[in-house]
């Protein structure tokens, strides 16, 4: 069975820092590639980062410079850092896994707050 399974979220002033985590169970986690979106109020889900099993990584320009996703194969983890905190980085952060023959697969989103 698969899971993806979000953690890390919660509330944080402007400038603030937040480390999200995306723990995999269930498929290969060495060979997907592996992503965070989000999705704020009233607004479409939107690709944030994403790292191939290589571990290149891009990132939207919104968070360029900001924002750090890293993946850990041991622990079938990836994280997501996130630095100076915006108030428009408000949202729900989704994890997504997909590789070549499967997926993808959604996990069940953590909240991201950021106000003073």
């Known amino acids: 069975q698969v899971q993806l399974l979000e953690s890390g979220g919660g509330w944080v002033q402007p400038g603030g820092s937040l480390r999200l985590s995306c723990a995999a169970s269930g498929f290969t986690f060495r060979t997907a590639v592996m992503s965070w979106y989000r999705q704020a109020p009233g607004e479409a889900r939107e690709l944030i980062s994403a790292?191939?099993?290589?571990?290149?990584?891009n990132y939207a320009d919104s968070v360029k410079g900001r924002f750090t996703i890293s993946r850990d194969i041991a622990k079938n983890t990836v994280y997501l850092q996130m630095n100076s905190l915006k108030p428009e980085d408000t949202g729900v952060y989704y994890c997504?896994?997909?590789?070549?023959?499967?997926?993808?697969?959604w996990g069940q989103g953590t909240q991201v707050t950021v106000s003073s």
């Open positions: 790292v191939n099993p290589g571990g290149g990584a």
């Open positions: 997504n896994a997909a590789g070549i023959l499967y997926g993808p697969y």
